[in-house]
């Protein structure tokens, strides 16, 4: 059974930044391509970025340049690091496959004010 666990949300203003970490157990971690997704109130689950087992990247556009996805396989973890924040960016952020093969995390609320 893989749990995951995203930690580092919080409040911010608009032109911050956060780091956001999502830490996997019960699963062979290196072998995935994993993602991090968010979900706005009233608004679909969406992918935001994403990182593959060679440790290619890809983004929303909406965040093309803003958000860093990294990984640590020793970890177990992926992080995600976001600058200029702005308010659209406010959500709850989950990770998981890009297959969303994995039961979901409680996710992690950020909060962005203009």
């Known amino acids: 059974q893989v749990q995951l666990v995203e930690s580092g949300g919080g409040s911010v203003q608009a032109g911050g930044s956060l780091r956001l970490s999502c830490a996997a157990s019960g699963t062979v971690f290196s072998i995935h391509a994993i993602g991090w997704y968010r979900q706005a109130p009233g608004k679909q689950r969406e992918l935001v970025a994403s990182?593959?087992?060679?440790?290619?990247?890809d983004y929303a556009d909406s965040v093309k340049g803003r958000f860093t996805i990294s990984r640590d396989n020793a970890k177990k973890t992926v992080y995600l690091q976001m600058n200029s924040l702005k308010s659209e960016d406010t959500a709850v952020y989950y990770c998981?496959?890009?297959?969303?093969?994995?039961?979901w995390g409680q996710g992690t609320q950020v909060t962005v004010s203009s």
């Open positions: 990182i593959n087992r060679s440790l290619s990247t």
């Open positions: 998981n496959t890009v297959l969303r093969g994995w039961a």
